[in-house]
């Protein structure tokens, strides 16, 4: 083994050292018979980003409820691998064990509780602690120093808030349980363009001043790479491919699936189909 | 033109004839509506939180009350009688959650309505063999709680008040006072709303819905010993109370399924409604119709407002 490769195994160690959630090959069946995830491994660094991309139906929403243990109410069950959070093997905590060792997850579609005003939504989020109203009041400031806008809402029902109102008040109200790592599903479903925009970068700054781990499930692969540090796409319930989210951006099969830009000539719909099953047979 | 007469005009005239009777009916028709305001309660409360229509309230009526005149027949004070009984209600709220529900989460709702049922016949079948089937006299005095009655002269004449009606509505004020501050200012109130709203974001925010459930089914077995002991006062008590659950039915429809201020003023609309209904056009068709002319009204709600007086707005944004 020549010194330079011995160097770079090391720092790969390093990296790998401390991951602060990693899942290594686990399967998931719904009913006993769908086969929805086949064998997803990956992990997130103690206070990284890492977005996990794909199609719909790929497995990314499945995967997030996997760790944060919410398949169980959807008759979903893993039923191979391990998920390992903080050196813990995870799979048989309840939501709300996860919840209180610091892993919270913000599920798709927002679920803003939207007969509870958007203060009282922020509050839920505390359910799990016991620090005392002193904290819980400090972390509500908190709250509303990212999201001004949800300071200003603070008395209406969630239910008659904005789209992106709801989106924050569902970030605000993870942020509440005093996270380590949140698992983050598809935050700029339906959203504007500029709200997405607001909302990754205030994910960036609760990234770096929090030190709160994002694992980041989103359609939109554009912006989930510029935010993120590391990707992982996933097709058909497998990892198909994992790198550096400059690398991805940069990769020109990503470039074609799932960024809608071209690498080099057109090619004809035709041409992109066989690619695509050739490729799905190597992997 | 008679039939008219008495159905338009009579009533009216007697009730303006007769002023103290006519109070006397409402004051009757106020203390059922109370009654049925309480049983609606324990149903809201359950559904509100679960999803699930409870058809075991009534027997949990039933049940309550057995057991506090059955562990008082034991020879226990009446005090710590009404304090078991209240375990026994918190005991039975665990066993219906860890045994039941909590297998099925997700599950249709037909599927959880007919568990109800099941338990319904369990907690007769259960009841019958611990406490036996013959009826019981309800503790009343014991329990420290009014008898008696007092005579008021209003509008040249008498209005009687029962004091044990007196201290049923005063009871029923505190319970739904007590409910209603839990529900809208404690952490656990908080949580309850926000699995009403949404099960699977309750769980995501940490939320374990077993302990909610558990909770609502004793704040709803605590309720069921209320009632159980208010009509207990009235009558006696027996397995035949268990069909005043039925009696709930209507007030929910009437008041909205997921709502408390809903279940007390359909409470109370039902109950009035039907003593002046019984007294005054009860006569034109023979009598007898205190026991259907709840589910008339409600049938008529039904298809002018299907969501009852205070059912929850439904949000929707478009």
């Known amino acids: ?186 935050p700029s479903m339906g959203l504007a363009p500029q709200l997405v925009e607001e909302i990754f970068e205030i994910v960036k700054r609760l990234n770096e001043n929090e030190r709160v781990s994002f694992l980041l499930a989103e359609q939109n692969t554009n912006m989930a790479l510029k935010y993120a540090r590391y990707g992982y796409i996933l097709e058909n319930g497998r990892v198909v491919m994992d790198g550096e989210a400059s690398d991805l951006r940069e990769n020109e099969d990503v470039k074609e699936f799932y960024l809608g830009v071209g690498g080099g000539e057109r090619r004809s719909f035709r041409d992109v189909k066989s690619y695509r099953r050739r490729k799905r047979w190597l992997s | 033109m008679e039939f008219l007469y008495n159905l338009l005009i009579d009533p009216f005239v007697q009730m303006v004839e007769l002023p103290d009777f006519f109070l006397q009916v409402l004051w009757e028709g106020f203390v059922s509506g109370v009654l049925y305001a309480l049983i609606a309660l324990g149903f809201v409360l359950i559904f509100k939180a679960s999803g699930v229509f409870n058809f075991a309230q009534g027997i949990m009526v039933v049940f309550a009350a057995l057991s506090l005149v059955g562990l008082y027949a034991l020879g226990m004070p009446a005090y710590i009688a009404l304090i078991a009984t209240i375990a026994i209600m918190g005991i039975l709220a665990v066993a219906v959650q860890k045994t039941i529900f909590h297998h099925l989460v997700n599950q249709p709702d037909i599927i959880l309505l007919m568990a109800t049922i099941g338990l319904t016949y369990f907690l007769i079948g259960f009841g019958e063999f611990v406490f036996g089937g013959d009826p019981k006299v309800m503790i009343t005095e014991e329990l420290g709680l009014p008898t008696g009655s007092t005579a008021f002269d209003v509008l040249g004449g008498l209005v009687i008040l029962q004091h044990i009606d007196i201290a049923a509505a005063v009871i029923a004020i505190i319970m739904v006072t007590a409910l209603a501050i839990f529900f809208n200012k404690t952490r656990i109130g908080r949580a309850l709303r926000a699995v009403a709203d949404d099960h699977q974001a309750a769980l995501s925010v940490g939320i374990s819905l077993d302990q909610i459930w558990i909770i609502v089914w004793f704040a709803a077995g605590i309720v069921a010993l209320a009632t159980g002991i208010m009509w207990g006062a009235r009558s006696d008590v027996s397995f035949a109370l268990e069909i005043i659950a039925f009696k709930a039915l209507p007030v929910l429809i009437l008041g909205g399924f997921t709502s408390i201020p809903g279940a007390i003023v359909g409470g109370l609309i039902i109950g009035i409604g039907e003593k002046i209904g019984e007294i005054y056009w009860g006569p034109l068709v023979g009598g007898g119709i205190e026991s259907w002319l709840a589910y008339v009204i409600a049938l008529i709600f039904l298809l002018f407002r299907p969501q009852g007086l205070f059912g929850e707005k439904i949000i929707e944004r478009v």
């Open chain 1, 1 to 186: 083994m020549s010194a330079v490769e011995t160097v770079a195994d090391e720092t790969a160690a390093q990296v790998a050292q401390d991951p602060i959630l990693s899942v290594n090959n686990i399967e998931v069946i719904y009913d006993h018979v769908i086969l929805v995830l086949k064998g997803v491994s990956l992990t997130v660094p103690e206070g990284g980003i890492v977005a996990l991309l794909g199609a719909n139906g790929a497995g990314k929403t499945t995967t997030l409820k996997a760790v944060s243990n919410l398949l169980g109410a959807e008759r979903g069950d893993v039923t191979k691998g391990s998920i390992i959070f903080k050196g813990e093997e995870v799979q048989s905590l309840s939501p709300n064990d996860l919840v209180r060792r610091g892993c919270i997850q913000v599920m798709e579609g927002r679920h803003c509780f939207g007969h509870l005003t958007v203060e009282e939504n922020l509050l839920t989020g505390a359910y799990t602690r016991r620090d005392g109203w002193g904290a819980i009041q400090t972390d509500l400031e908190m709250v509303y120093t990212y999201f001004p806008r949800l300071k200003e809402r603070r008395s209406s029902l969630a239910g008659y808030t904005s789209g992106g109102e709801q989106q924050m008040c569902a970030i605000g109200r993870a942020l509440m349980s005093k996270p380590t790592m949140i698992l983050l599903d598809e």
